[in-house]
C-alpha cells in the first residue's frame, strides 16, 4: 500500500509519522512556542532529524473556540515555512481547509493537503483534481472550531463517520483523484466526547473497510487528559499509548507533536512483532468467526 504524494509515493508497508508544525499563537496544546519563521523551520528540521516522515504545517488553530483568519494571515505565517521545509527531503503537507490556501500551497510545492472539512469548500475538490499527483487527507468534523464540541449528536458515531468519509471520498474519486491519493481521519476531538472518540478507535476496523488508508490523530488530545487526569502538557505517554493503539487497529499514519518518542515506540512495537500482531488481528476482525462478530 502506498501513499500517492507531489513529490513523492510514501510506503504504508509500516507506520508512518506526520509530524506537526503550528505556527500559530493560539494551538491548543503548544501555541506561541513556533509563530515565528524561524523558530518553525527550526522545528521542522528537528522533527525530520528525529525521524518523522512527514511535515505537517497549518497556520491557523482549530481548537475549540479558536478566531478565525483572514486567507492572507494564514498564507503569511506560513509561506516561508513552506517554502523552507520542501528542501528536508520528506513530504510536505499544509493543513488548511481554504481553498485559495491551497492553491497558494499547492503552486510553492506542497506535496499533500490535509483538510479538516473534507475538501467541502468551494472550489476544492476541482483544485486538487487539477493537480493530478497531490496527496489529500478528509477528516471528519460537525460544524467550525468554534461551535463543533456543541455538536455531539450522534445515533452511531462509527456508522456516521464512516458514512461521511466515505461519500467525500466518492465524490472526489468521481472527479478523476486517483484513489491511492487519499487518506481518511475520523477527526478525533472534533466533534466527539471521550466516549465516542474511544468508541472509534475500538471499530477502527469499520473504518478500514471504506478502503482507504487512516490518519489518525491522538496527540495530547483532551480524552487523554479524561483518561489519565493530565493536564496537556504531561500526556506524552498517553498519545504515544493511542498512537500505537492505532497503528495495531490498522492505521498507517499517526499525526503527532512528539516525533522522537513516537519513532522508537513504533521502533520496539515493531520488533516485537507488532505488525504481524496487527495484521493477525485485524483477519480475526474480518473473518466470520472473529471477535467482532
Known sequence: MQWQTRRFQIDLSRPR????????????????????????????RRLVEEGADI????????RPGARQLGVDEEWQRIEPVLAAA??????????????????RALAAGADI????????????????????????????????PATMQGLTDYGDVVRE???????????????????????LDPGYGFAKNSEQNLEL??????????????????????????LTGRPVGERLGASIAAALAAIAGGAR??????????VDAI?????????????RDNRALQSPGGRSQ
Not at 161 to 183: M, Q, S
Not at 205 to 217: D, N, Q, T, V
Not at 253 to 262: G, K, L, M, P, Q
Open 86 to 103: 520542501v528542501e528536508m527531503g520528506v513530504p510536505v503537507s499544509v493543513d488548511t481547509c481554504k481553498t485559495e490556501v491551497m492553491r
Open 161 to 183: 463517520v464512516a458514512d461521511f468519509l466515505g461519500r467525500r471520498a466518492a465524490a472526489l474519486r468521481a472527479t478523476g483523484i486517483a484513489a491511492e491519493r487519499i487518506v
Open 17 to 44: 509519522v506526520m509530524a506537526i508544525v503550528n505556527v500559530t499563537p493560539d494551538s491548543f496544546s503548544d501555541g506561541g512556542q513556533h509563530d515565528t519563521a524561524q523558530a518553525a523551520i527550526a522545528h521542522c
Open 113 to 144: 493537503i490535509n483538510d479538516v472539512q473534507a475538501l467541502q469548500h468551494a472550489g476544492a475538490v476541482e483544485l486538487l483534481a487539477a493537480h493530478p499527483d497531490a496527496g489529500v487527507c478528509l477528516m471528519h468534523m460537525r460544524g467550525e
Open 253 to 262: 499514519i499517526v499525526r503527532v507533536h512528539d516525533a522522537a518518542a513516537t
Open 55 to 62: 511535515l505537517d504545517i497549518g497556520g491557523e488553530s482549530t
Open 201 to 226: 478507535l475500538c471499530r477502527q476496523h469499520e473504518l478500514l473497510a471504506l478502503g482507504h488508508p487512516l490518519l489518525i490523530g491522538w496527540s495530547r488530545k483532551r480524552t487523554l487528559g479524561d
Open 267 to 279: 521502533k520496539v512495537w515493531l520488533a516485537a512483532g507488532g505488525e504481524f500482531v496487527a495484521m
